[in-house]
C-alpha cells in the first residue's frame, strides 16, 4: 500500500461528520466538519449545500462524542431500509459555522417574505392559466435561490413562468412538482389526536397505507375519520399493523368447530386485541371465550359432552316437574307420594341422557322436595283431626251393618253430606 493511500484513510478516519436535516421536505445529509464540541444547546448551523448556502439542524444532539456521531452512517442507512425514492439522506456537503441570533434573525425574515413570494406566484399562474396550485416557496438563507412548491395532475409547461418569477426578483428560479402528501408534509399543523402530523415532525419516508389495515384494527371506515390533511389514509394506522397481523395469526379462522368448557360449537367471530373468541353454541345461544379456554376440533375429532352442562339441564327439567307436580296435587288430582317414592320415580325419569347413567339432583329440587313433603304431612295431619273420628265411626257402622239395606238407606238419608253414595231407585235425592 502506498504512503498516499495511508494518508487517505487516516483521513478518513479522523473526518468528524455531523447529521444535519435542512429545507422545507427536511433532507437528511452528512456534513465534514472539524469541531471538538458540539453543543447541546444551539442545534442550529450555516451548511453550503449544492442549492447554496442554507440554515440547518443537526440531527441528535445528544448523540455526539468528542464531535463525533456515535452511530456509523451504515447504521443510519439501515435504520432508514432501504433506498427508495421517499430516501432522507442525501448528498449532503461542508459544515460552515453554528449559526448566531443575527442568523436566526435572518432566518425568519426569509420565511415572512417567502409567503408573499408564494402569492405572487399563484397570481402569475392564474394570469397565464396554468393548471398549478403553488403550496409554498422556499428563500434559501444565502438568497442565491427561490423554491417553489406546487402540485399539479397534469403536466405542466411552466417556462415562461419561470422567466416571469426570474426577472421580478432577480434571482435563481426553482419549480418542485410534489404530491398530495408532501404536501400536507409542509401545511399540516394538528391532527385530530391532538398531535403535530406525524409527517411534518418525524416521519421522513412515508410508507404506502391501505385499506386492510384500517379494516383489521376495527377502525370506522367512514374517509372522513381515517383520513389525514393529504386526504389518504392515516400514517398512523400502519404503526400497529405487524402487531395486529401477529395476534390475527393465533386466532381460529370463522366456522371452526371448537371445544368449549360448556360444549361444542362453531366460531361466528373474535376480538384481535382482547383474544377473545365469539362461538355459537348448539343451543342457538352466543358466548364469548378466551383463546386459551377452547380447544380446536381437527377434522373428523368428535366433540366431548361436559357433564357441567348436563347437569345444569337436569336441574332445569327437575324443577319443572316438581312445580307442575305441586300444582297437580294441590288441585287434588294426583295422589301425595312418600319423599322416597319421589326420589325413586325421579331416578327413573331421569335416565333418558345418550349414555344411560342416572342424572344428579340439584340440592335446589331436593330442598323444594323436603318442603313439599312436609306441607303434605301437615295437610294430612289437619285433616284427619277435624273428619277422621267420624269416618271412622261411620266404616264400623257400615261394616256391623253392612247385610242390612234398609238401615243403610236410613243412614243414607240420615247423612246427605256423603257424595259417596247413591239414592236408591225409585227415590229422588232431596
Known amino acids: 500500500m502506498s504512503s498516499g493511500d495511508n494518508t487517505k484513510s487516516k483521513s478518513q478516519k479522523s473526518a468528524k461528520q455531523m447529521l444535519v436535516s435542512y429545507g422545507r421536505i ?71 459555522r453554528f449559526a448566531t441570533h ?14 408573499g413570494e408564494a402569492k405572487t406566484c399563484q397570481r ?27 402540485t399539479s395532475e397534469t403536466r405542466v409547461d411552466f417556462r415562461e413562468l419561470v422567466r416571469r418569477l426570474a ?28 398531535q403535530q402530523c406525524c409527517c411534518s415532525r418525524f416521519l421522513k419516508i412515508l410508507e404506502p397505507v391501505n385499506m386492510r389495515m384500517a379494516k383489521l384494527q376495527k377502525a370506522t371506515l367512514d374517509p372522513s375519520k381515517i383520513s389525514g390533511h393529504c386526504g389518504r389514509l392515516k400514517c398512523c394506522l400502519r404503526y400497529e399493523d405487524e402487531n395486529y397481523l401477529a395476534l390475527k395469526r393465533k386466532m381460529p379462522h370463522r366456522s371452526t368447530p371448537v371445544q368449549t368448557p360448556k360444549g361444542p360449537g362453531k366460531v361466528v367471530d373474535f376480538q384481535i386485541l382482547t383474544q377473545l373468541v365469539i362461538i355459537q353454541m348448539e343451543t342457538g345461544d352466543r358466548q364469548a371465550w378466551p383463546l386459551d379456554e377452547i380447544e380446536i376440533l381437527k377434522p373428523g375429532q368428535k366433540p366431548k359432552r361436559s357433564k357441567p352442562g348436563q347437569r345444569e339441564n337436569a336441574s332445569v327439567n327437575e324443577e319443572q316437574d316438581a312445580a307442575v307436580s305441586k300444582e297437580l296435587s294441590d288441585m287434588g288430582l294426583v295422589e ?34 323436603k318442603r313439599h313433603s312436609n306441607k303434605n304431612r301437615r295437610r294430612r295431619s289437619k285433616n284427619d283431626k277435624k273428619g277422621g273420628s267420624s269416618n271412622s265411626q261411620n266404616n264400623q257402622y257400615s261394616q256391623k251393618n253392612a247385610p ?27
Open 404 to 430: 242390612d239395606k234398609n238401615q243403610n238407606r236410613q243412614e243414607n238419608k240420615q247423612n246427605p253430606s256423603d257424595g259417596n253414595t247413591m239414592p236408591p231407585s225409585g227415590e229422588s235425592k232431596q
Open 26 to 96: 427536511g433532507t437528511l445529509g452528512w456534513f465534514e466538519h472539524h469541531e471538538a464540541h458540539i453543543s447541546k444547546i444551539n442545534a442550529h448551523v450555516v451548511i453550503k449545500t449544492k442549492r447554496g448556502l442554507e440554515l440547518g439542524k443537526i440531527v441528535g444532539i445528544h448523540n455526539y462524542q468528542a464531535g463525533r456521531f456515535k452511530s456509523s452512517p451504515e447504521q443510519v442507512e439501515q435504520y432508514y431500509c432501504n433506498r427508495t425514492k421517499d430516501y432522507p439522506l442525501g448528498d449532503g456537503g461542508r459544515f460552515v
Open 102 to 115: 443575527e442568523d436566526l434573525g435572518e432566518q425568519k425574515h426569509l420565511e415572512k417574505n417567502a409567503i
Open 167 to 194: 426577472k421580478e426578483y432577480q434571482t435563481r428560479i426553482e419549480l418542485r412538482q410534489i404530491g398530495s402528501r408532501d404536501e400536507a408534509r409542509l401545511i399540516s399543523d394538528y391532527e385530530s389526536c391532538g
Open 336 to 369: 301425595q307420594k312418600s319423599p322416597d317414592d319421589k326420589k325413586d320415580s325421579q331416578g327413573q325419569s331421569s335416565r333418558d341422557n345418550a349414555n344411560g347413567k342416572p342424572r344428579q339432583k340439584s340440592e335446589n329440587t331436593q330442598q323444594q322436595g
Open 124 to 150: 402569475i399562474v392564474e394570469e397565464m392559466k396554468l393548471k398549478m396550485k403553488i403550496v409554498e416557496a422556499e428563500h434559501l438563507f444565502g438568497g442565491e435561490r427561490i423554491v417553489f412548491y406546487f
